[in-house]
């Protein structure tokens, strides 16, 4: 016998299920999935660990800013078609969430090679050299030092937010000083100051902001040898496909050619200078 409410009910569980499927929010698809996944989920998710000028965090609003910021939104809205939604991480787990897929690309990765074995890099959008900074009224600091030997010496304290390329680089090369590993690079800019730490080791970038705002006592050395010399972009899951790399890689291509990343760091540049007078 057929039963008069099974077509109905089959027809309302089928209306039910479909207005079910329109109001669930668009979920991320796989790395293997590429861009088009992104555009799929409607929305481009970022991996953000606060390092001015890089990437900047307003405590307040929450907002983010700093020129890898910058470039990730326009490469979501001129590229992609979508919006971008920052996630807030930590150095120390800004590769591993990358992994697990907890957003589709991370900022201002440095491209080294023990990273490059767990994730891939885009081009680098800028270059990066880890240089020092110390109070030059400190008698411990030899006043003809000229690399980072000079500074590896027992009761010396180097200072490195934990987790970071600088950390990476410079902590192998330790083997008398003390190594400080703190959170943060405010931290980390915080334990010199306060001369917890005698020694800051940190990009050129951001140790020539830190000097430019303590003229009366700051002083940067870029050490010979050099400690590391390498590009930063942005990385993204090891399983991305080529070609949307390649994408990433063309508008990164031309973002530096036409001048527009050098725009973004002026600017980004600007913004710390003016939040630290």
């Known amino acids: 016998m057929i039963n008069p409410f099974q077509f109905p009910l089959r027809s309302l569980a089928l209306g039910l299920a479909l207005a079910a499927a329109l109001q669930t929010p668009a979920i991320a698809g796989s790395p293997e999935d590429g861009w088009g996944g992104v555009q799929a989920a409607g929305k481009l998710r970022c991996g953000a660990a606060v390092y001015p000028p890089y990437v900047m965090r307003d405590p ?21 078609n979508v919006p971008v939604e920052f996630v807030d991480t930590t150095w120390d787990n800004i590769v ?35 240089t020092l900074v110390y109070n030059k009224a400190n008698p411990k600091v030899p006043a003809d030092a000229k690399g980072l030997a000079d500074f590896d ?18 902590s192998p090369l330790i083997q008398n000083a003390t190594i400080l590993r703190l959170p943060s690079s405010d931290e980390a800019r915080l334990a010199v100051m306060s001369r917890r730490a005698d020694v800051l080791a940190d990009p050129s970038d951001t140790n020539r902001l830190f000097v430019e705002a303590n003229k009366d006592w ?16 942005f990385g993204l899951n090891a399983a991305f496909p080529a070609k949307d790399v390649a994408a990433l890689n063309i508008f990164i291509e031309e973002k530096v050619a036409t001048g527009q990343v050098d725009r973004l760091v002026d600017k980004a540049v600007q913004q710390v200078l003016a939040e630290g007078q």
Do not use: H
């Open 218 to 233: 700051a002083v940067a050395m870029a050490p010979t040898p050099a400690i590391a010399k390498q590009g930063v972009g």
């Open 153 to 170: 010496v027992a009761g010396m304290t180097i200072a490195v937010a934990s987790g970071t390329a600088m950390d990476k680089s410079v």
């Open 96 to 130: 591993a969430g990358l992994q697990a897929g907890k957003w589709d690309m991370s900022l201002a990765l440095n491209r080294t090679p023990t990273r490059a074995l767990a994730v891939t890099f885009s081009e680098p959008a800028v270059p990066y050299e880890v």
């Open 60 to 80: 307040v609003t929450g907002d983010y800013s700093g020129f890898f910021a910058d470039l990730c939104r326009q490469f979501g809205e001129e590229v992609l």
